[in-house]
């Protein structure tokens, strides 16, 4: 890779940090703020692909990471087909693993809601 192409994809990380910092940050999710059990069906699904998008971007930063670093890389898929499988393959799990940390979110906020109700 040339180093201008290299420079180019440091700063293209680092736009897409920004980028990911925002999405990723709850105080800006839609129903920011209200209890999970107040939100209507529309709040809940938007919050949910908000969300998503952040692992995306999040999944696009190690991508464009990991070519900025060849050297350190896994070797590269041949062709594009095979490209495109990785890629669907690493946003998949990024998916699993949002999916799996917003269900434990919600249990605990579940809990933390029955302990100040006094509810069991």
């Not at 190690?62 to 946003?91: F, T």
């Not at 605990?108 to 509810?119: E, P, Q, V, W």
């Given at each position: ?42 709040t ?63 249990r ?13």
């Open positions: 890779m040339r180093p201008d192409q290299l420079v180019r994809l440091k700063d293209l990380s680092e736009k897409l940090v920004e980028v990911f910092l925002g999405e990723a940050d709850p105080d800006f999710w839609p129903g920011a703020g209200q209890d999970h059990a107040d939100m209507d069906q529309q809940r699904g938007d919050r949910y692909w908000v969300k998503k998008n952040a692992v995306a971007t999040a999944a696009l930063i190690r991508n464009v990471e990991a070519m900025s670093q060849p050297s350190n890389a896994p070797a590269a898929p041949n062709d594009e087909a095979e490209r495109e499988a990785d890629l669907d393959r690493q946003v998949a799990d990024a998916e699993k693993e949002a999916e799996r940390v917003l269900k434990e979110a919600q605990l906020t579940k809990g933390a809601g029955k302990r100040a109700t006094g509810k069991a």
